[in-house]
């Protein structure tokens, strides 16, 4: 991108919209996989039951344990950081001209510790 810059090309301001569409894209898959992790979680709550007359202590206690059971430690590193990439890259190109694929930044070192 500096180098677009640096040359003053002309494909400079759509290799940035490119660039924006394409961490939007990671922002919404990213988003999408944590909520569809979440329902498990919001269904056993409410199936739970728990009491509001119950302790603080207690609900806390439903709480975790419903968590413990149903959510996900790490939704992003079980649908895979490649193929959350590869994804928004797809979804990118669906909406930019093929040669400023070329452009889009190397995102992967942002996403590492999702791996882990």
């Known amino acids: ?3 677009l ?3 003053r090309d002309p494909r400079l301001r759509a290799a940035l919209l490119a660039e924006r569409h394409f961490w939007q894209e990671l922002d919404r898959l990213r988003i999408r996989l944590y909520r569809a ?4 979680y919001v269904l056993a709550i409410g199936r739970s039951r728990i009491s ?3 302790s603080l202590a207690e609900q806390h206690a439903a709480r975790v344990a419903c968590a413990e059971k149903s959510l ?8 895979g950081v490649g193929r959350l990439i590869d994804e928004a890259r797809a979804a990118t190109a669906a909406f ?3 040669e400023l694929l070329e452009w889009l930044p190397n995102v992967r ?3 590492t510790f999702l791996e882990e």
């Open 1 to 3: 991108m500096l180098q």
């Open 5 to 7: 810059a640096a040359s």
């Open 37 to 40: 992790a979440l329902r498990p």
């Open 52 to 54: 509001g007359e119950a």
């Open 72 to 79: 996900v430690q790490n939704p992003v590193a079980g649908h």
């Open 96 to 98: 930019v001209q093929p």
């Open 109 to 111: 070192p942002y996403f």
